[in-house]
């Protein structure tokens, strides 16, 4: 193709987008709003997923060791635990560290009962997936002489919760995609009514089928890019406001809970954002093309 002809369909393609700017500018608004409302979602969701992968961490188990055992047996055991599947990380305490622990600040209890500790010794137990630690716990009650302490309530709920939450986010994933391409794809079908003559006079001349299709792809592309542009900074701000008014709150109600950064989020976006402009805006004008043209 010559570089004339190229020019020649880009101009036509930008010529259609100014003309028709009011219809433009419309869909333009409108996959703004599809996409900020994903972008939104797709926010509150992965930070959901963030949270809860820190809170399980804090979700851990707690498994006792009986008096009874020698450092060699309480070796052996550590050994035997890591080797469990779905154990990532397993970690001995002593019963001065649980001790200080317990006590924290408060020195004079400390001292208290230094000499004269109640506390067991212990092994804290990190599992992979918190959907797994029934598992790791089962084989762990097998183990005589230990005593295993985990929120079995809380873990199925928390477990429940999190699939619940992924499969309602991913319909309304998939349902913004999908009322973003009809959007568009209507929008293109508006623009070719209006031109439907001139494209008649084309065809009668002998234009082929892409020489005609082009330029309204480009229109439609032009449409995506911006929709998809746009709504990127507008996430951001709105994101970047958020974080800063919820982290403290959060840091307040779980100890040590973050949020994922503005940055990491618009990082991920940007390609969703744009792919999803470009690809939707794509489609949208070959269907439209195809079926209300047939050219």
């Given at each position: 193709m010559k570089w004339h002809t190229i020019n020649y369909l880009f101009g036509e393609g930008f010529k259609g987008f100014w003309r028709n700017r009011m219809m433009a500018?419309?869909?333009?608004a409108?996959?703004?709003?599809?996409?900020?409302?994903?972008?939104?979602?797709?926010?509150?969701?992965?930070?959901?997923?963030?949270i809860?992968?820190?809170i399980e961490q804090q979700m851990g188990i707690t498994v006792y060791i009986s008096d009874e055992y020698t450092p060699e047996n309480i070796k052996q055991i550590y050994t035997q635990i890591q080797e469990i599947p779905n154990v990532i990380d397993v970690e001995y305490i002593t019963p001065d560290?649980?001790?200080?622990?317990?006590?924290?600040?408060?020195?004079?209890?400390?001292?208290?009962?230094?000499?004269?500790?109640?506390?067991?010794?212990?092994?804290?137990?990190?599992?992979?997936?918190i959907e797994n630690q029934a598992q790791v716990v089962s084989v762990l009650k097998e183990v005589p002489g230990l005593e295993v302490r985990f929120l079995k309530s809380e873990t199925e709920t928390f477990f429940q919760l999190n699939q619940s939450i992924q499969i309602f986010s991913g319909v309304i994933i998939v349902a913004l995609i999908g009322i973003a391409l009809l959007l568009i794809t209507n929008t293109i079908k508006l623009t070719v009514y209006v031109r439907k003559k001139e494209i008649g006079i084309m065809k009668y001349i002998g234009a082929t089928d892409a020489f005609i299709r082009i330029p309204f792809?480009?229109?439609?592309?032009?449409?995506?890019?911006?929709?998809?542009?746009?709504?990127i900074f507008v996430v951001y701000n709105l994101y970047a406001c958020a974080e800063k008014m919820l982290t403290p709150n959060l840091s307040q109600i779980f100890s040590g809970i973050q949020l994922i950064?503005?940055?990491?989020?618009?990082?991920?976006?940007?390609?969703?954002?744009?792919?999803?402009?470009?690809?939707i805006s794509a489609?949208?004008?070959?269907?439209?093309?195809?079926?209300?043209?047939?050219v």
């Open positions: 500018v419309a869909s333009i409108t996959i703004m709003l599809c996409l900020i409302i994903l972008g939104i979602s797709y926010s509150i969701v992965k930070n959901v997923e963030y809860m992968v820190q560290d649980a001790l200080r622990s317990f006590a924290g600040s408060d020195l004079a209890l400390y001292d208290k009962f230094k000499n004269d500790n109640p506390l067991p010794a212990s092994f804290e137990i990190e599992v992979n997936r792809l480009i229109e439609g592309l032009s449409i995506g890019i911006l929709g998809g542009m746009i709504p950064t503005s940055m990491s989020i618009i990082t991920e976006l940007i390609p969703l954002f744009m792919g999803i402009g470009v690809t489609v949208g004008s070959i269907l439209a093309i195809h079926k209300y043209l047939k």
